[in-house]
């Protein structure tokens, strides 16, 4: 393990449980250390715990924050960057699913604005509060949020049914080649992706998911990792390593 590694951090939200903890897991054994971002401040204090002892060389702090609270989502944000700096990675691992009879007709105003404030207006909050100074550092830092196959423009993607969920996805890839387009497209040293996790066991996967958490997080801990050189691609949605279509 490099001093280079050791001294790198990341902020990880979803980081008590699931995606987020197995990211957390993955990048402790790349050295780098993590800030846990989570709603369940108890849930978050065992999940260190668990990492600490596992990497015991590795630092896990916490910090507790509702993200469906756009307000404190902001301010924990900012209270992160004045603490800690600007991270190497942000992570962004969090995500609840919509309710199975949410289609488009059929939606409440609660259940619409529940789903995006999460799993949209949370990343845009975060990642406008700490991208900014991320982009700046043009030192090779990276933002990788979980996306779904469920919001992509072609194959399956919005063809139907769970219309938050599917919609707030689509809102993130397009967030994602966005921002990514707006910074060089990782001309300036600041990369941006989108990742599909696939089904994996999680609270919202359920236990007979196909796959293990581990795996569902494996490819976004590598583009956090991976080394970048000169015409690499960003601004992307990445399933096990590989570009599919938006």
């Not at 995500?95 to 999460?118: F, P």
């Not at 933002?143 to 996805?169: D, E, Q, T, W």
């Amino acid at each position: 393990m490099s001093s280079e590694s050791t001294s790198k951090l990341a902020f990880v939200t979803g980081g008590s449980r699931g995606l987020g903890f197995e990211v957390a897991r993955g990048l402790a054994r790349a050295g780098i250390s993590s800030v846990l971002i989570a709603k369940d401040s108890e849930r978050l204090e065992i999940a260190a715990k668990q990492l600490s002892a596992e990497f015991p060389g590795i630092t896990f702090e916490t910090s507790t924050c509702d993200l469906e609270d756009q307000v404190q989502t902001r301010k924990t944000a900012e209270d992160l960057l004045s603490k800690y700096g600007a991270p190497f990675a942000l992570v962004l691992a969090h995500g609840v699913m919509s309710e199975k009879m949410s289609k488009t007709l059929r939606t409440t105003d609660a259940e619409w604005r529940r789903v995006m404030a999460i799993n949209l207006d949370s990343v845009f909050t975060l990642v406008n509060v700490l991208g900014l100074p991320m982009a700046d550092a043009r030192d090779g830092r990276r933002v990788v949020i979980f996306s779904a196959c469920l919001g992509r423009m072609s194959g399956p993607g919005n063809a139907g049914g769970l219309a938050p969920y599917r919609i707030s996805k689509a809102g993130v890839n397009a967030f994602v080649r966005n921002l990514a387009h707006e910074t060089g497209l990782g001309a300036r040293g600041f990369y941006v992706d989108a990742i599909c996790p696939n089904h994996s066991r999680t609270d919202m996967g359920g236990p007979d998911a196909p796959r293990s958490a581990e795996e569902g997080a494996e490819c976004a801990v590598w583009l956090a990792t991976r080394e970048f050189n000169a015409g690499d691609t960003t601004g992307v949605l990445w399933e096990d390593r590989k570009i599919v279509d938006w």
